[in-house]
């Protein structure tokens, strides 16, 4: 089997390791800052599918081995398992349930809500560009691959991000004339893109896998020079994704390829595998980056080294040690740029996208690690924290430093105890069930059935000092007060009061959220016990979180900068008018004329703001519709900007029917949203307009 960045490359034989050296003086940029020097870019696979997406490839795409059966244990190509807190669409398998009890269900890359969120993640974390990751196009994947880049064009379009295409010839053994024909029929339309990365004012490309000593890149020399030169000149900046040892060309590099090397604008080599200590990273920028980067100089070409989260099924992360030592170590030598290994990579264990913290958010007796695994709790999102401080020291922003300014956890030591954890109550309605107050979005939530009082209670996993907890409602929500006591216990069954019975108000002004202070009592469960809420017949909760440390802060304000201003829309039928959408009930809407696409509806926000984030709504009762909507804004009600392409938005009773967009904050006054396309109703259909600074 040939050797790819899908198969761990393990065969490199360290010495001892140097020393550490400081204060190296910068290299040498060969190019400006652009959309790749001087910028963090991540490798973005793209490739999970599932049955039932739409992607046209079928079946559970790279999460089996056999693909047309569900994903287990024994039928798995994947070694870490992703947070899914912020998706609102996901797959059940055949893995046992999660140690929380909650079904184990993965995500598919094809839904454009998940590609969304990875590219939220990407401008929330200060991740500049994605290398999207393009196979042998002429195969069954083709026209999935395709269509995977008009998702992830959207998304960055919409995120302020950048992307840039990475063909990988592994195995493709038509590609010398193959990549160019589809570069010019296909990808090179995409450059149109705002979002395409350019660098030097040049479009970027990334070629990856020349000159690896391995029979599934059999091309010569003369070959791959051939394809290099040719994209110099369609006007594209291109870049090499090359072995280690290519300046030596030994290990995992043929003889003869320094030509085709040296003609690259940027050469990126490949490092997954290399080592997994950090005598090994320190070892590597020795005896290999160093010389690497000062052959770059000499040569007018710009260095683009791998950094490496480190392989999670393996231990080698160290709780981020390994990560920050990587990304210190190529900062400190003067790369011109950093390249992640990977972004969403869950097949090799070296995923720097969110992934469950603990064994209650994995498959039970798996096998698989977990970010706990050395004993240390690290948030879901830690390795993307780290990837913020990594373009910071890169760009300048703080000092050069050998200590890992992240830690593990945010907020308290020991963070939301109750995040992921296993949840009852004594009723459900519906779809709205416990295990949506431990997730980590306010969008979803649990309500309980018949008449109060009813009781919600949440399994820590271990006994915990409880100092403080939030309840939380969705943000949008109306204002209520809900009458609650709280209870904890060390064995499930006997109950002590912890703080009694109170009236909590939840007001959308605050954040609709509630902080109870307690005594630190020692528990592992905890239960809210409902009485009484003067707004909906039922006890209804979005988030617990539970603290063993400080409270934390309370949220700022969270205002809605739509709600009762000015509406006006396209058309209306009888009474469905604009104004329902901007009254704050989720029961009234507005409906545009029936078989008459595009509508749209439009907001006066009153006064020019910044607004960086939409969120819609139907009725919560509603089925299951997808939209195609865009957000547009306006200063004077008449020209209209773009802030989020036209995308399929799928409103799910199962999250509230509630659809958040964020973009790059603008300034605007106007805001429309236009609808061109709806599958529950041949028109234009919305409850809540709701606009937010961010």
């Known amino acids: 089997m040939a050797v790819t960045r899908r198969t761990l490359l393990s065969s490199v034989a360290l010495g001892s390791a140097a020393a550490l050296l400081e204060g190296t003086a910068p290299a040498r940029a060969a190019s400006p800052v652009g959309d790749v020097v001087g910028k963090v870019s991540v490798g973005y696979q793209g490739w999970f599918a599932c049955p039932g997406d739409g992607a046209p490839i079928g079946g559970w795409w790279h999460w089996s081995r056999d693909r047309f059966q569900p994903p287990s244990p024994s039928n798995t190509t994947i070694v870490s398992w992703p947070d899914l807190r912020d998706f609102t669409r996901t797959y059940p398998t055949a893995y046992p349930n999660l140690g929380n009890g909650q079904p184990a269900a993965l995500f598919s890359s094809y839904d454009q809500q998940t590609v969304d969120t990875h590219f939220n993640w990407m401008r929330d974390y200060g991740i500049d560009t994605a290398a999207l990751q393009r196979f042998n196009p002429t195969g069954d994947e083709g026209p999935t691959r395709d269509a995977m880049t008009q998702k ?28 160019k024909t589809d570069w010019t029929s296909k990808m090179s339309a995409h450059t149109a893109s705002s979002a395409y990365a350019r660098q030097n004012g040049k479009p970027v490309v990334c070629i990856w896998g020349f000159g690896f000593n391995d029979d599934g890149r059999p091309f010569t020399p003369a070959q791959c020079l051939d394809v290099v030169t040719w994209f110099k000149a369609q006007g594209c900046y291109v870049i090499g994704g090359v072995p280690t040892y290519w300046r030596e060309g030994k290990n995992d590099s043929r003889t003869g390829f320094l030509d085709v090397y040296h003609a690259f604008h940027m050469i990126s080599p490949w490092m997954v595998g290399r080592t997994g200590d950090l005598a090994g990273l320190d070892w590597f920028y020795t005896n290999v980056n160093a010389g690497d980067q000062a052959d770059c100089n000499a040569h007018g070409i710009d260095y683009q080294p791998c950094v ?60 698989i690690r977990a970010l706990d695994e050395d004993g240390t709790f690290c948030s879901a999102d830690y390795y993307l924290r780290i990837t ?74 271990a006994a915990y000092a409880a100092k403080s907890l939030v309840m939380r409602l969705p943000a949008g929500w109306e204002r209520r007060t809900q009458t609650v006591t709280v209870q904890g216990s060390i064995d499930g069954s006997s109950l002590s009061t912890l703080a009694g019975a109170a009236g909590y108000v939840f007001d959308p002004g605050s954040g609709n959220a509630a902080t109870v ?91 020019a703001v910044t607004v960086g984030r939409v969120v819609l709504k139907l009725p919560p009762s509603w089925g299951a519709r997808t939209q195609t909507l865009a957000i ?44 061109t396309g709806n599958t529950g109703w041949p028109a234009g259909q919305l409850s809540a307009l709701e606009a937010y600074p961010s």
């Open 152 to 179: 992830v064009r959207a998304a960055a379009e919409r995120t302020g991000r950048k992307f840039y295409i990475m063909y990988d010839v592994t195995g493709w053994t038509g590609m010398q004339s193959q990549i």
């Open 308 to 367: 490496l989260p480190g392989d999670l099924s393996s231990g080698h992360r160290r709780h981020g040690d390994f990560y920050w030592r990587s990304v210190y170590n190529m900062v400190r030598l003067g790369a011109q740029g950093l390249y992640v290994s990977m972004f969403d990579e869950f097949n090799e264990g070296n995923q720097i996208a969110k992934t469950a913290e603990t064994a209650a958010s994995v498959p039970a007796g798996a096998g």
């Open 388 to 461: 913020t401080d990594a373009g910071k020291m890169l760009k300048g922003q703080i000092p050069l430093t050998s200590v890992r300014p992240t830690q593990p956890t945010t907020g308290t030591a020991q963070g939301d105890l109750a995040a992921g954890r296993a949840a009852s109550a004594s009723s459900v309605n519906g779809p709205y069930a416990p295990s949506n107050a431990v997730d980590a979005s306010t969008g979803t939530y649990w309500e309980s059935s018949g008449a109060l009082p009813q009781w919600f209670q949440v399994d820590l996993g």
């Open 517 to 607: 202070t307690l005594s630190g009592t020692t528990i592992r469960y905890v239960r809210l016990s409902f009485t009484a809420n003067t707004g909906w017949p039922a006890a209804q909760l979005a988030q617990l979180q539970v603290y063993g440390d400080d409270a934390p802060t309370t949220p700022p304000p969270v205002t809605d900068l739509a709600r009762g201003r000015s509406a006006t829309a396209s058309s209306q039928v009888q009474a469905y008018g604009p104004g329902h959408a901007v009254d704050g009930d989720a029961g009234s809407y507005w409906e545009s004329a029936n078989n008459a696409f595009p509508q749209w509806l439009q907001v006066d926000l009153g006064a």
């Open 632 to 675: 547009s804004g306006s200063m004077d009600g008449s020209t209209f900007t773009t802030l989020s392409g036209a995308s399929a938005r799928v409103f799910n009773p199962g999250s509230g029917n509630t659809v958040t967009v964020g973009f790059a904050a603008t300034s605007t006054r106007y805001l429309r949203v236009t609808a």
